[in-house]
């Protein structure tokens, strides 16, 4: 099954990337606007197919994955159509709809690290797209109504989670921690949370209770938080895109 990736940008080469460390390097033909893009790809997967026609790219696979910006999905597609015939058409671009588009979904960058969280729009050929993104992280095929929630959530999501990284960094470095330090101590913290979720499966505010002594200090700052409105900011921040 060849998968022809057209725009090996930053979600595209993420795609490509946690494509080929799931082994389907002989699998990928991807495209780009440039040639430098194509060679930092070519040098670092010799096995992957690179080139600067799309048309050509297309004619070759039998899975077309367009991640090209918003703006030039119309452009793209009406340059491919002829060639397109009974392919599967995947769309990642966002808010952009085309008859001729087959699949919708939405992955994040993690991707590359085979750590995606992926939606994908619910469609006569919506397992078959679920099946190669599965190999690039955690899938999910919803209705329609939930893919720009899935986006804000996973897509965009994955820098709101940065964010919080980077004011917990910031808190670190103003109380004696040097940079480097209070990012990885704020990235293992974090993971652990993750962690720690995952394997008891509690809601996160019975895990809260875990480590939230009466009068003591983590009480302190979970209601500086509530004071400052972190719930209301995080839950506006993810309706802010869907405005
Ligand atoms: N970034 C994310 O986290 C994310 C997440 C979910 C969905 N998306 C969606 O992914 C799409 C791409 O976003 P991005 O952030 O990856 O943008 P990007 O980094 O600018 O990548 C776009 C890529 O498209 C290539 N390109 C431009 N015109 C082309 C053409 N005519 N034919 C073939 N390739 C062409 C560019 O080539 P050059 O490199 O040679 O210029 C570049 O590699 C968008 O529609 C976005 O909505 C992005």
């Given at each position: 099954?060849?998968?022809?990736?057209?725009?090996?940008?930053?979600?595209?080469?993420?795609?490509?990337?946690?494509?080929?460390?799931?082994?389907?390097?002989?699998?990928?033909?991807?495209?780009?606007?440039?040639?430098?893009?194509?060679?930092?790809?070519?040098?670092?997967?010799?096995?992957?197919?690179?080139?600067?026609?799309?048309?050509?790219?297309?004619?070759?696979?039998?899975?077309?994955?367009?991640?090209?910006?918003?703006?030039?999905?119309?452009?793209?597609?009406?340059?491919?159509?002829?060639?397109?015939?009974?392919?599967?058409?995947?769309?990642?671009?966002?808010?952009?709809?085309?008859?001729?588009?087959?699949?919708?979904?939405?992955?994040?960058?993690?991707?590359?690290?085979?750590?995606?969280?992926?939606?994908i729009e619910e469609a006569e050929k919506a397992e078959t797209a679920s099946e190669l993104?599965?190999?690039?992280?955690?899938?999910?095929?919803?209705?329609?109504?939930?893919?720009?929630?899935?986006?804000?959530?996973?897509?965009?999501?994955?820098?709101?989670?940065?964010?919080?990284?980077?004011?917990?960094?910031?808190?670190?470095?103003?109380?004696?921690?040097?940079?480097?330090?209070?990012?990885?101590?704020?990235?293992?913290?974090?993971?652990?949370?993750?962690?720690?979720l995952q394997k008891t499966k509690l809601h996160p505010e019975a895990a809260i209770d875990k480590v939230t002594t009466p009068g003591g200090i983590t009480i302190?700052?979970?209601?500086?938080?509530?004071?400052?409105?972190?719930?209301?900011?995080?839950?506006?921040?993810?309706?802010?895109?869907?405005?």
């Amino acid at each position: 099954m060849k998968i022809a990736v057209i725009g090996a940008g930053n979600m595209g080469g993420a795609l490509i990337k946690g494509w080929a460390k799931s082994g389907l390097t002989t699998d990928l033909i991807i495209t780009a606007q440039t040639k430098k893009t194509l060679d930092r790809f070519a040098q670092d997967y010799p096995d992957i197919t690179t080139m600067l026609d799309n048309v050509a790219a297309v004619a070759e696979a039998d899975i077309v994955v367009l991640a090209v910006k918003p703006w030039l999905v119309q452009q793209v597609i009406a340059q491919i159509q002829h060639i397109l015939k009974d392919k599967l058409l995947i769309s990642v671009a966002a808010g952009i709809r085309h008859e001729r588009i087959d699949v919708y979904a939405m992955p994040n960058i993690a991707a590359e690290l085979g750590e995606s969280m992926t939606f994908i729009e619910e469609a006569e050929k919506a397992e078959t797209a679920s099946e190669l993104f599965e190999k690039v992280g955690q899938c999910r095929i919803v209705p329609q109504h939930l893919m720009p929630a899935g986006m804000m959530m996973a897509g965009c999501g994955i820098a709101y989670v940065m964010r919080f990284i980077r004011a917990m960094m910031e808190g670190g470095i103003e109380m004696g921690f040097y940079p480097d330090d209070a990012k990885q101590i704020s990235m293992q913290t974090m993971r652990g949370a993750v962690a720690f979720l995952q394997k008891t499966k509690l809601h996160p505010e019975a895990a809260i209770d875990k480590v939230t002594t009466p009068g003591g200090i983590t009480i302190k700052g979970l209601n500086e938080l509530d004071h400052a409105a972190f719930n209301s900011a995080v839950i506006r921040c993810l309706k802010a895109g869907l405005k």
